[in-house]
């Protein structure tokens, strides 16, 4: 039976290839598991303590059959353990908690969803549109990076056959639109009609500049936003509060484990 809790299983790497800054990682695992998409987990595989802590990586796709499971992670190297994984090799082993977080809320029918993925966001807003495709939803993804070897291959991209459903920006305008991902979410978001933008929800991940910048363009228009944070974490359930972002709480401020409350908040929530 496939697993939904949290879980520490022990894994065995099947491929780990990098595509250009980007690494995608397939795992084999003891079990199949079901995620929310914008779960994530905690994965440590180098030998001895250092680093001590695991990283945490988004879930990109799971499979499998019975008594045998597939997870994959894609990721880029930003620190000292994400270049230990990318050294890795098929057979090394890993150890992985899974799945772990608060995740995307899809159940919402007869809506329009927009996926903004700045970075290596994309690898969190991807299984959200795999899992809309799969329930025939409509919808459009928008995809940010500093220049064209900063955007995901083509391939990845859910739906990226469909004429006008994938959005490209890069800052320098190697590829795509001419600018960031909020100013090509601002440009197509002016050209709605106001039946439509009723009618839109938005799923961000990436810098929290850029998800504060689509909070600050879609809500003033009542258009809900769902933001998945990136911070910084420790043991990735919870118990050390390393990870907290300051939220609103009736007037006062409180403050959310990005780990547990999280990774995805409704951006009213947060205190920018």
């Known amino acids: 039976m496939p697993f939904n809790r949290p879980r520490f299983v022990n894994g065995r790497i099947l491929h780990n290839p990098g595509h250009g800054i980007f690494y995608r990682m397939e795992v084999s695992i003891p079990d199949r598991i079901e995620f929310v ?45 994400t270049a230990l994984l990318s050294g890795l090799h098929e057979g090394d082993p890993l150890q992985i908690t899974l799945p772990l977080g608060h995740g995307f809320e899809l159940a919402r029918e ?56 994938a959005h490209l920006s890069t800052d320098d305008g190697t590829a795509g639109f001419f600018g960031r ?16 933008r009723s009618r839109l929800t938005i ?24 933001v998945s944070l990136e911070n910084h974490m420790a043991c ?12 609103r709480d009736g007037e006062r401020t409180g403050y959310r484990r990005v780990c547990r409350e999280g990774p995805v908040f409704d951006a009213r929530e947060i205190v920018w």
Not at 58 to 78: D, L, N, Q
Not at 182 to 196: G, P
Not at 209 to 219: C, D, N, P, R, V
């Open 203 to 226: 799923l961000a991940c990436g810098p929290r500049e850029m998800l504060k910048g689509i909070a600050e363009l879609a809500l003033p228009h009542g258009i809900p936003v769902q």
């Open 236 to 247: 990735g359930f919870g118990v050390c509060w390393g990870c907290v972002t300051a939220v």
């Open 110 to 165: 007869d809506r329009t969803w927009w996926l903004v993925g700045g970075g290596v966001g994309f690898s969190t807003v991807f299984p959200a549109a795999v899992a809309l495709e799969a329930q025939r939803a409509e919808f459009e993804v928008f995809l940010g990076g500093r220049t064209r070897d900063q955007l995901p291959p083509k391939e990845w991209i859910p739906g990226a056959g469909v004429p006008g459903r």
């Open 181 to 196: 991902a909020t100013d090509a979410v601002r440009e197509r978001m002016d050209r709605l009609k106001a039946a439509e």
């Open 37 to 81: 998409p914008g779960q994530f987990a905690m994965v440590s595989g180098w030998p001895g303590n250092d680093p001590l802590l695991p990283r945490p990586l988004a879930i990109f796709r799971t499979g499998g059959a019975r008594g045998k499971g597939i997870v994959e992670f894609v990721y880029k190297v930003v620190g000292r353990g």
